[in-house]
Nanobody
């Protein structure tokens, strides 16, 4: 599975961005997908995950109510809608996929990774 993330950019605090991740999988619904981010000088960390059908999601506390993970399996695309952005959201955002049905929260759970897209939030 190849993943291609895009949609990052520079935005002011309080603004919005929508990240997309195009996947090459034949049947994307067979894969749990997630978003991770890596802030400057820090380790990559989990942000959100979604199951194959899109019926179940999970977020880290700091983005709950501001970020929404979703997917369109017909278009082979994963999304991350980010609203009310804060400077601390600045990071490289990565999409990831894992074959299976259970939500996954750790880097080592995912077998496939996109190249990352930079999100910068100015204060």
């Amino acid at each position: 599975v190849q993943l291609q993330a895009c949609g990052g950019g520079l935005v002011q605090a309080g603004g919005s961005l929508r990240l997309s991740c195009a996947a090459s999988a034949r049947t994307l619904s067979n894969y749990v997908m997630g978003w991770f981010r890596q802030a400057p000088g820090k380790e990559r960390k989990f942000v959100a995950t979604i199951n194959g059908s899109g019926s179940s999601t999970h977020y880290i506390d700091s983005v709950k109510g501001r970020f929404t993970i979703s997917r369109d399996n017909a278009k082979n695309t994963l999304y991350l809608q980010m609203n009310s952005l804060k400077p601390e959201d600045t990071a490289i955002y990565y999409c990831a996929a894992d074959f299976g049905y259970l939500l996954q929260f750790e880097e080592y759970d995912y077998d496939y990774w996109g190249q990352g897209t930079q999100v910068t939030v100015s204060s």
